[in-house]
């Protein structure tokens, strides 16, 4: 599609709303909308017992729309409109028991969803400023002389940190396994297949718009993205509750999409494996997960836990439970013949596409990530796919092929025949023979899929023939998955398995949000800020003292009063002569004892006081503001 069809609704918020369709776009809007069908089918039953089912629902609907404004959107200011909007209303699917566990992480999920979205805000503020635009059609040509300007860098980093807050990017992935233990089993799914993907494009239109060809953009991606893929995975494979080991499987899978997209920022204009590569592992981590989330779904409405130790043995008997949950397990962990290993391969072999350049070319300018660098990269990429081999086995091995310790249990378990409804079998059954289908048939299902969304990130080149069952890019999936099974059985079998019983082996003590998150903001932050603005307000105390003894010197007072002034002394002592004649004649008999002086201070001294208060919270808020006014001068000047 080399022509956007653009629509546009002038007046709205200000600069207007603007919607476009493009290939990624339709894309994204058609996966979308299917995993949301999906999802409702199989919320008739998951939430046929739970409360606030109209909320549910009305909220799912709700986020639908707002997620497809993102997803449809022609510029930043659109994007960040429906957004919050997103961010809000699926803070209503966290929330939904309304359990103390649950209200905490809504608020996990609503901070980091808020400060994030505030600071993409300035974000886009410089960006707007520098380029005097937010269109992604107009970004790439005005943003094209502003290549290596710190101001650019500044701006990107801020939409950055919006946008990687969503996807769940280290260290902004604390809400993830958090939200998703917690949520419902569809609106997980929803969270991590979908709204994830809402901050990967943004990610993606930062990439192919703002830094084209940046090599330092590039680093910082990369970077980001075997952290956030390694780190992940390490979380994934310590978890024992199941929906929480996926979702810290979503966090790592996350990272192989952001390790494709900066691989799109190296290689430049020889981009389409990373391109292609980006966009498919964002189809397939979608598809992926719809599976396994209502997998996790099914086994929690029957057992109401997801504790490894508790639903473990639950599946041996369930073939179409076990079916459903080794497609999504095969897909995520890169087969061969399944969706996940083609996406990987191509975002593999674009890296060694960039250590062949770098050994071709030399180290060029970027010494740090030279030759050395990248096969370490590329190794790390091979393990973070052993690692997700390893954890898929765990949790495999665990519901489907091992027996519960408690052998009533087990007896209950394996007499439970019904325990799916006709509508979600065939809403499972589906979506995951998609996984094999797409795996078996890339050419025909996937590569299409990459075709019509290169020319929207970037990448006008004819596609090649490429050989996806080809030995060396075989050799990659087969290191992985030799690797997952080795962790597996020396690691997993050894270290995470006491006398029969899955144990957590991650320190509580490493919780980002309780070891640094909470105490920074609830903490330091307020503490700092009380101590310097005491400090600023005795210093403008001192400052005002030292211009009255000096420039400005008061009169001084020839009578000064104990309490009050000259005004109520005056005015009081008149009273009072008043009320000692009137009880001299008038109110002879009913004297008033009362002191109108003293009546007068105490009044009077209360109005002082708050007018001082007053006085001084104006004074405080104007010099901030001219604080403000005049680093928004200097930076004018330096800007002209």
């Known amino acids: 599609m ?8 002038p007046d709205i918020c200000g600069m207007g709303l603007s919607f476009q369709l493009d290939g990624f776009q339709v894309l994204y809007a058609v996966i979308t909308t299917f995993m949301w069908l999906e999802t409702l089918m199989f919320s008739k039953e998951y939430m046929s017992h739970g409360k606030h089912k109209g909320r549910y629902y009305f909220f799912t609907i709700v986020t639908y729309m707002a997620t497809m404004g993102v997803f449809l959107s022609a510029d930043f200011y659109t994007t960040f409109i429906f957004f919050e909007i997103m961010s809000f209303t699926s803070y209503v699917w966290v929330a939904q028991d309304e359990r103390e ?21 300035m974000g886009l503020f410089l960006l707007y400023n520098m380029t005097g635009t937010l269109r992604f059609d107009e970004l790439k ?19 950055l940190f919006g946008f990687g807050a969503k996807a769940g990017v280290f260290p902004l992935h604390i809400w993830l396994p958090k939200a998703h233990p917690v949520a419902p089993a569809p609106a997980s799914a929803l969270l991590s297949g979908v709204l994830t993907k809402t901050g990967v494009f943004g990610i993606l239109i930062l990439t192919s718009r703002i830094f084209v060809q940046d090599t330092a953009w590039g680093i910082l991606i990369l970077t980001l993205g075997v952290v956030t893929m390694s780190g992940g995975a390490i979380l994934a494979l310590c978890s024992i509750d199941l929906k929480r080991t996926l979702a810290c499987s979503s966090m790592s899978q996350i990272g192989f999409i952001l390790v494709g997209i900066g691989m799109q920022a190296l290689l430049a204009e020889h981009n389409l494996l990373a391109v292609w590569g980006s966009v498919l592992h964002m189809v397939n981590h979608s598809l992926i997960k719809l599976t396994l989330f209502m997998a996790a779904g099914v086994v929690y409405v029957n057992l109401h836990t997801l504790d ?3 639903i473990r043995g ?27 290993y083609i996406s990987k391969t191509l975002i593999h072999e674009a890296i060694v596409e960039y250590i062949a350049f770098l050994s071709e070319h030399g180290e060029i300018s970027n010494a740090i990530y030279g030759v050395g660098t990248m096969k370490f990269i590329e190794w790390m990429f091979l393990l973070s796919g052993g690692l997700t081999v390893a954890y898929m086995l765990k949790l495999f091995i665990c519901i489907f092929v091992e027996k519960n310790s408690d052998a009533e249990k087990q007896k209950q378990y394996d007499g439970k025949v019904s325990y799916m409804k006709p509508l979600s079998v065939i809403s499972l059954v589906f979506s995951s023979v998609l996984l094999p289908v797409m795996g078996f048939f890339p050419g025909k299902v996937m590569q299409p899929m990459a075709e019509l969304s290169q020319n929207f990130l970037g990448n006008h080149h004819e596609p090649s023939h490429l050989a ?4 060396v890019n075989l050799k990659g999936a087969l290191i992985s998955i030799i690797a997952g099974v080795i962790i597996y059985v020396l690691v997993v079998r050894r270290f995470f398995i006491k006398d029969g019983v899955y144990i957590n082996v991650w320190p509580k003590k490493l919780d980002l949000e309780n070891l640094l998150y909470r105490p920074l903001l609830l903490t330091i932050l307020p503490v700092t800020g009380t101590v310097l603005c005491r400090c600023l307000d005795r210093m403008l105390d001192g400052i005002i003292v ?14 000064e009063l104990e309490e009050g002034n000259v005004f109520t002394h005056a005015l009081g002592n008149s009273a009072d002569r008043v009320v000692h004649l009137l009880n001299e004649t008038v109110w002879i008999d009913h004297k008033i004892e009362e002191d109108k002086e003293h009546k007068l201070v105490v009044l009077y001294n209360i109005i002082s006081e708050n007018n001082t208060i007053i006085g001084r919270s104006l004074s405080f808020g104007l010099i901030m503001s001219l604080l403000g006014l005049v680093a928004v001068l200097v930076y004018l000047l330096i800007r002209i």
Not at 468 to 471: A, L, N
Not at 546 to 559: A, M, Q
Request: with cysteine.
């Open 546 to 559: 030292f211009l009255r003894k000096t420039i400005y010197k008061d009169s001084p007072i020839s009578h």
């Open 468 to 471: 996806y069952f080809s030995i």
């Open 141 to 159: 040509n005005a943003c094209a002389g502003f290549a290596g300007n710190p101001g650019l860098y500044a701006a990107g980093g801020c939409i």
């Open 2 to 9: 080399n022509q956007a069809m653009q629509f546009n609704i």
């Open 101 to 121: 566990e649950s209200l905490r992480a809504a608020g996990t999920y609503l901070a980091v969803a808020v400060i994030g979205g505030m600071v993409m805000l």
């Open 314 to 340: 639950f599946g041996r008997r369930k073939k179409t439970l076990k079916f459903v949950f080794a497609m999504g397990a095969l897909g995520i962990a890169g087969v061969p013949l399944w969706n996940g």
């Open 308 to 310: 490894l130790n508790d």
